[in-house]
Structures are given as structure tokens and as C-alpha cells.
């Protein structure tokens, strides 16, 4: 079975920083995808973050040249540093990853994994 757990969530003044990590475990074969995204209080899931095959990278418009995702692949882990925060950065952000991972018997399958959100709020 495989958990994806986030940390670094928090309070922050608007212009501040935070850093998010998310962290894989169990029999994960290798991870192809690993995304942030967030949900605000009555708003749908957005994507905020992907990086792919690599370190190729993708950033909604309402972040980009503040946030930055980088991953750690060999210890399966994905970051995601925020700066320059905004009021409306304010929400629970999910870490998803997909990949593969090892079964009973000897197969192999395909998994979405999210974790259990970490709350972010941007206030003064």
C-alpha cells in the first residue's frame, strides 16, 4: 500500500514563504507524476504545479514566477517553495503523485495517490 503524506502547511503574512514537502512510501516501483493542488473554501480542486518525465515542469498562471517545484526522486519526495504569498493562496493544498507499485503475487499496477491536504492560510 502505498501513502503520500504532506507537511509544511501553515500561517503566513501576505509577501511571506513557505516550503511544502510531500513524501512517498510503501512498494512504489518508480513515480511518473507528481502535482500539487489546491481547494479553496468553496472552489473546486485547481491544479497548482506538475512536474513530469524528468523536470519538466507546468505552473497555473496565478503562480507563476512565485512558486517552484522540484522533487527528489530517488527518496520520493516532491516540493513546492511558495513566495511572495497572497491572501488568495489560502487553501488546502494536496500533493498527487502517480506511478507504479508492486502487488501480492507478483503484479505490478498503477496507482493515483493523493495525500490528506495541508492547510495553508495567508493572512495578515
Known amino acids: 500500500q502505498v501513502q503520500v503524506v504532506e507537511s509544511g502547511g501553515g500561517l503566513v503574512q501576505p509577501g511571506g514563504s513557505l516550503r511544502l514537502s510531500c513524501a512517498a512510501s510503501?512498494?512504489?516501483?518508480?513515480?511518473?507524476?507528481m502535482a500539487w493542488y489546491r481547494q479553496a473554501p468553496g472552489k473546486e480542486r485547481e491544479l497548482v504545479a506538475k512536474?513530469?518525465?524528468?523536470?519538466?515542469?507546468n505552473y497555473a498562471d496565478s503562480v507563476k514566477g512565485r512558486f517552484t517545484i522540484s522533487k527528489d526522486s530517488a527518496r520520493r519526495r516532491v516540493y513546492l517553495q511558495m513566495n511572495s504569498l497572497k491572501p488568495e493562496d489560502t487553501a488546502v493544498y494536496y500533493c498527487?503523485?502517480?506511478?507504479?507499485?508492486?502487488?501480492?503475487?507478483?503484479?505490478?499496477?498503477?496507482?493515483?495517490?493523493w495525500g490528506q491536504g495541508t492547510q495553508v492560510t495567508v493572512s495578515s
Open positions: 512536474i513530469i518525465s524528468g523536470d519538466n515542469t
Open positions: 498527487n503523485m502517480f506511478g507504479w507499485a508492486n502487488q501480492p503475487l507478483g503484479r505490478v499496477t498503477s496507482g493515483d495517490w
Open positions: 510503501g512498494s512504489i516501483v518508480n513515480i511518473n507524476y
